[in-house]
């Protein structure tokens, strides 16, 4: 899975950003990006839940840690991606695979 | 997959819980005094929680065929909670989920109020475990959390998805700049002619009917 080491690598760029993880029970988290391992568990520190409706009880908080193997998306922060960077990432880590 | 919460009635003669040896489950932790939660149940306590390298285990200290475990497969996510309006005490609050990836289950189990409705049966006690999907866990020691999240993220990271989202492990990572700089199993002198070379011949680059890679 190529896009797996392109992604680890960067998130690792990402530190410190806040990003939004929606995990594929359609929960949505936003945190600041605290550290992401080799297979995208993530951890978030001062988190949120984005829907309080359908899990009030999370609320905030302080730290958390996702698996990666449930997270559907990773939303960036729109200053936080280099579009032109990914795309030549993507391709040169393509033709590896 | 694992299955989500389940009961556990048996013990080893020590009184903690039986591991899987042969699946290298070990003790990673053991944290007394601990209560837990699940879903929209009170608190039952006092109780034992063992950390394996494998699962969650909490063991009540009172009832020694009260129990229950968690596979870290299951865990999607674990959290400390310290908002006083979600929970009055300091805790690990957990999600688990039993259900397949692909399977829709999950969501047509769920009202808006969250599955844990339908698990309670009408004394308000739980009669489906696997179908909770929260869970907390609440030390008498509230200065313990951080120590007890660091070893809930540890164990998890022992326990990635058994079809992997890559291929094997232990092969890896590109920083950044190496993914720009290197070419990959590439002839570096002839980056650009190399990658039209590519895009006309590789099958991956076809249109429509390629299939998915897989997720």
């Not at chain 1, 690792?12 to 550290?35: F, M, P, R």
């Not at chain 2, 094997?168 to 190399?194: C, K, L, P, R, T």
Request: aromatic share 8%.
């Amino acid at each position: 899975m190529f896009r797996f080491r392109l992604f680890f690598s960067y998130f690792k760029e990402l530190v410190g950003k806040v990003v939004t993880v929606e995990l594929k029970n359609d929960l949505a988290i936003t945190g600041i990006l605290h550290s992401v391992d080799q297979y995208l568990n993530i951890k978030l520190e001062d988190t949120r839940v984005v829907d309080e409706a359908k899990y009030p009880h999370m609320l905030s908080v302080k730290n958390c840690f996702i698996r990666g193997s449930v997270v559907r998306y990773v939303q960036l922060p729109p200053d936080g991606v280099d579009v032109d960077i990914l795309h030549d990432a993507t391709r040169r880590e393509a033709r590896g695979a | 997959m694992a299955g989500g919460l389940v009961s556990v009635t048996e013990r080893s003669e020590h009184g903690g819980p039986c591991l899987d040896t042969a699946n290298e489950e070990s003790v990673a932790h053991i944290q007394p005094s601990v209560g837990i939660v699940l879903g929209e149940s009170s608190v039952q306590q006092p109780g034992t929680l063992y950390v394996t390298t494998r699962r969650l285990v909490w063991l009540s200290d009172d009832d020694l065929e009260c129990g229950y475990a968690v596979n870290f497969l299951s865990l999607t996510m674990h959290a400390i909670s310290r908002d006083q309006d979600a929970y009055p005490q300091p805790c690990i609050y957990t999600q688990i989920d039993g259900c397949d990836d692909e399977d829709e289950e999950y969501e047509e189990n769920g009202t808006d109020d969250g599955a844990d409705d339908e698990v309670l049966d009408n004394r308000g006690i739980i009669d489906d475990f696997s179908r909770v999907t929260e869970m907390r866990l609440i030390p008498t020691d509230a200065s313990s959390l951080d120590h007890l999240f660091q070893v809930l993220c540890d164990c998890a990271a022992l326990n990635p998805d058994p079809e992997g989202e890559q291929e094997g492990e232990g092969e890896w990572f590109f920083d950044q700049h190496e993914v720009m700089s290197n070419v990959i199993g590439g002839d570096h002198a002839n980056n650009h002619i190399d990658l039209a070379e590519l895009l006309m011949q590789d099958p991956r680059f076809e249109d429509a009917d390629e299939e998915e890679s897989e997720e």
